[in-house]
C-alpha cells in the first residue's frame, strides 16, 4: 500500500467525484482509479461504491477514510519534523480560531512566529464546532476556542486568557462618556450582536438570562466585521469581547465602557488533539504558548489609556 494510494482516496472522499479528485490529485481520472483498485486489493474490501459514477463510501470505505487521513497527518508530520531538524520547521499552522478571539490570535501567531520564522500560518474563521470538526478530521493543527461553555472532545486544553466585556458604540451614543455600563442598561439601547449559531452569543444570552435580562438586537451578524459596520453608522451598540478594545483603540470615535452589574469573564484558550506524539506544527505552537505570559500581554494591550 502506498501513501499515495491512501491520497488518492481521501481526496476522492472529499470531492465526491473521480474527474474531479484525478484533477486534484494532477493525476489522469484512469490512474486515480487504478490506485484505488490496488488499495481494494491490498485491503481485500471494496471501498467506494460504483455505478456509472462516483455513489459514495462502503461501510469499510467510511472506516479507512478516519485511518487514512491520520496515516497522511502522520506521514506529513514525520516529514515536516525530519526537515524541521536540518532547516527549522517550515509548513502550516493551520489554525481555527472563534470570532470572539480574532481580537487577540495575533499574540498567539506572534509568539509561534518568533520562533519559527520559516513556517506560515493559515487563520480560519470557525465556529467552535467546526474546530472541533477540524480537529477530528485532520484539517487543523490548533484552535483558539472557550474552554467552559461548550468544551470540545478529545483535546488537550491550555487555558490563554479570560474574555470579558465591553460595550462598543460611536462616541455620541448616549452611553459613551462613561467608564461602565450595567447590562440592564446596554439591553435597553438598540443592538448589533453576532447571531446565534455563534458560542459567543449563546454565552451573552445566557449571561443575560441569569440577570433577567432579555437581549433583542435590532441587528445580527454572523460576522463581526458586520457588527463592527454597524457601529460606525451610528446608533446602535454591540457587546463585544475586551480584546477589541486592543484592535480599536486608537480609534477615537467609538467608546468602549466595560459592562458590569455584574462583570464576566469566560475563559478562551488554545485546543490540540489529544494525541501522542502531536504534529509537529501542534507541537510548536503548544511549546510557545507553554512559556506563558500571554495573558498579562494581552492585559497590558487591551486597558484603556489616559
Given at each position: 500500500?502506498?501513501?499515495?494510494h491512501?491520497s488518492f482516496?481521501?481526496?476522492?472522499?472529499?470531492?465526491r467525484h473521480?474527474?474531479?479528485a484525478?484533477?486534484?490529485?494532477?493525476?489522469?481520472?484512469?490512474?486515480?482509479?487504478?490506485?484505488l483498485?490496488?488499495?481494494?486489493?491490498?485491503?481485500?474490501?471494496?471501498l467506494?461504491a460504483?455505478?456509472?459514477?462516483?455513489?459514495?463510501?462502503?461501510?469499510e470505505?467510511?472506516?479507512?477514510?478516519a485511518?487514512?487521513?491520520?496515516i497522511?497527518?502522520d506521514?506529513?508530520?514525520?516529514?515536516?519534523?525530519?526537515s524541521?531538524?536540518?532547516?527549522?520547521?517550515?509548513?502550516?499552522?493551520?489554525l481555527?480560531?472563534?470570532?470572539?478571539?480574532?481580537?487577540?490570535?495575533g499574540?498567539l501567531?506572534?509568539r509561534?512566529r518568533?520562533?519559527?520564522?520559516e513556517?506560515?500560518?493559515?487563520?480560519?474563521?470557525?465556529?467552535?464546532?467546526?474546530?472541533?470538526?477540524?480537529?477530528?478530521?485532520?484539517?487543523?493543527?490548533?484552535?483558539l476556542?472557550?474552554?467552559?461553555?461548550e468544551?470540545l472532545?478529545?483535546?488537550?486544553?491550555?487555558p490563554?486568557?479570560?474574555?470579558?466585556?465591553?460595550l462598543?458604540?460611536?462616541?455620541?451614543?448616549?452611553?459613551?462618556?462613561?467608564?461602565?455600563v450595567?447590562?440592564h442598561?446596554a439591553?435597553?439601547?438598540?443592538?448589533?450582536?453576532?447571531?446565534?449559531?455563534?458560542?459567543?452569543?449563546?454565552?451573552l444570552?445566557?449571561?443575560?438570562?441569569?440577570?433577567?435580562?432579555?437581549?433583542?438586537?435590532?441587528?445580527?451578524?454572523?460576522?463581526?466585521?458586520g457588527?463592527?459596520?454597524h457601529?460606525?453608522?451610528?446608533?446602535?451598540?454591540?457587546?463585544?469581547?475586551?480584546t477589541?478594545?486592543?484592535?480599536?483603540?486608537?480609534?477615537?470615535?467609538?467608546?468602549?465602557?466595560?459592562l458590569v452589574?455584574p462583570?464576566?469573564?469566560?475563559?478562551?484558550?488554545?485546543?490540540?488533539?489529544?494525541?501522542?506524539?502531536?504534529?509537529?506544527?501542534a507541537?510548536?505552537?503548544?511549546?510557545?504558548v507553554?512559556?506563558?505570559?500571554?495573558?498579562s500581554a494581552?492585559?497590558?494591550?487591551?486597558?484603556p489609556?489616559?
Open positions: 500500500m502506498l501513501v499515495r491512501l482516496f481521501v481526496t476522492l472522499a472529499r470531492e473521480f474527474a474531479r484525478a484533477e486534484a490529485c494532477n493525476v489522469t481520472q484512469s490512474t486515480l482509479s487504478a490506485a483498485r490496488k488499495l481494494e486489493e491490498d485491503l481485500g474490501v471494496p467506494v460504483r455505478n456509472r459514477r462516483y455513489a459514495g463510501l462502503t461501510v470505505g467510511e472506516h479507512l477514510l485511518w487514512a487521513r491520520q497522511l497527518t506521514y506529513e508530520g514525520l516529514r515536516d519534523d525530519l524541521g531538524l536540518r532547516t527549522g520547521l517550515r509548513g502550516t499552522l493551520r481555527g480560531v472563534v470570532p470572539a478571539a480574532m481580537g487577540a490570535v499574540f501567531t506572534t509561534f518568533e520562533a519559527h520564522p513556517a506560515f500560518v493559515e487563520i480560519r474563521s470557525l465556529s467552535s464546532r467546526e474546530i472541533q470538526k477540524g480537529l477530528d478530521d485532520f484539517d487543523l493543527e490548533a484552535g476556542t472557550y474552554l467552559e461553555n468544551p472532545d478529545r483535546v488537550r486544553r491550555v490563554l486568557y479570560h474574555e470579558r466585556y465591553i462598543a458604540m460611536r462616541a455620541d451614543h448616549p452611553l459613551a462618556g462613561r467608564p461602565r450595567s447590562w442598561e439591553a435597553a439601547h438598540p443592538l448589533c450582536l453576532l447571531s446565534d449559531e455563534m458560542q459567543n452569543r449563546r454565552i444570552d445566557r449571561l443575560a438570562a441569569s440577570l433577567s435580562v432579555v437581549l433583542r438586537p435590532a441587528i445580527v451578524s454572523n460576522s463581526f466585521l457588527v463592527c459596520a457601529l460606525r453608522q451610528g446608533g446602535y451598540a454591540s457587546i463585544v469581547p475586551h477589541f478594545r486592543h484592535l480599536f483603540g486608537g480609534t477615537q470615535d467609538l467608546a468602549m465602557p466595560d452589574d462583570p464576566h469573564a469566560q475563559a478562551v484558550g488554545l485546543v490540540l488533539s489529544d494525541r501522542d506524539p502531536l504534529p509537529p506544527m507541537s510548536a505552537l503548544y511549546r510557545a507553554l512559556k506563558g505570559g500571554l495573558e494581552i492585559a497590558d494591550a487591551v486597558r489609556r489616559g
